[in-house]
Every structure is written in structure tokens, then in C-alpha cells.
């Protein structure tokens, strides 16, 4: 058995790109539309992840866009998506500069969530040990739900 992918619907693929591609930094590889199905996939890769989402076509997020209207409540009951990044404080604080809410601060230095436009909760883990702890993070409440 291998993962290939987590799919995810999204009700306005611009700002779910903008969200995915240019806040958190992942990269479309594919892209497939549908104009007897009435659907766009667009299938995105964490950077450290290309080379192999294109030989492998996994492991991938799909962004499933329906071009008829529907809502989402929840994002379907929907879990998380989670990635690991190389300095969580520093990622952090990239995505609050691009107008993201940091849902769980990452006080601990190891973990922290953020939502996408669709409200897909996404988990962020330092690679590695934790990384100490540090102001503002240590003392950042939480924000919504996460």
C-alpha cells in the first residue's frame, strides 16, 4: 500500500491557491478540467516533495473544484492535513505576515494549526526536536478552533 493523496473540496480554487500555493508554500504539479464533469483537480506538493510527486504522483493534496455551487460545512468532518517544516516560529510568522491566523500558536516549539479559506484545519510540526521556546508563541493564545 502506498498514500497517494488527501483530497480536498474547495469553494473558490483562487483563493484556496493563493492560500495553498502563496501563504503556505506548496506547488502545483497537475491540473485536470473537466467540462463534462463541471470540475477542476489541481494537485499540489509540499516543496521538499516535487521531484517525487511527479515521478510518483503521490504524496499530493487535490484540490477538487466543483464549478457549480455547494457549501461545505466543516469541510465535510474533514480531519487535517499536516506537514513538517524546518522552523516552525519562522513559517509561522511568514504565514501571520500573509494575513493567516495562526489557530495554535506553536508554544511548545513543535506544533501549531492554521485553517485554510475552506476551513481545512492543517497541522504544522518542526522538524526534528522541538525547537525552544520563545515569545510571542510561548504566550499566544489560541484563536478559533483548530
Known amino acids: ?19 495553498y500555493c502563496n501563504k503556505l508554500g506548496l506547488v502545483e504539479t497537475n491540473r ?19 521531484e517525487r510527486a511527479e515521478n510518483d504522483k503521490a504524496p499530493l493534496v487535490e484540490l477538487t473544484y466543483n464549478w457549480d455551487t455547494e457549501d461545505y460545512d466543516g469541510g465535510r468532518n474533514f480531519g487535517h492535513l499536516a ?9 509561522c510568522q511568514s504565514l501571520m505576515e500573509k494575513g493567516v491566523t495562526i489557530n495554535r500558536p506553536p508554544r511548545d516549539g513543535h506544533m501549531a494549526f492554521i485553517r485554510s479559506p475552506d476551513n481545512i484545519s492543517i497541522e504544522l ?5 522541538a525547537l525552544a521556546s520563545q515569545e510571542p508563541w510561548a504566550s499566544m493564545e489560541n484563536t478559533g478552533s483548530w
Request: aromatic share 14%.
Open 1 to 19: 500500500m502506498q498514500y497517494l493523496h488527501t483530497m480536498v473540496r474547495v469553494k473558490d480554487l483562487e483563493q484556496s491557491l493563493d492560500f
Open 32 to 50: 485536470y478540467d473537466s467540462d463534462k464533469g463541471r470540475f477542476t483537480l489541481v494537485f499540489l506538493a509540499a516543496s521538499e516533495d516535487v
Open 125 to 129: 510540526l518542526q522538524k526534528g526536536d
Open 83 to 91: 506537514y513538517r517544516v524546518d522552523n516552525i516560529y519562522d513559517v
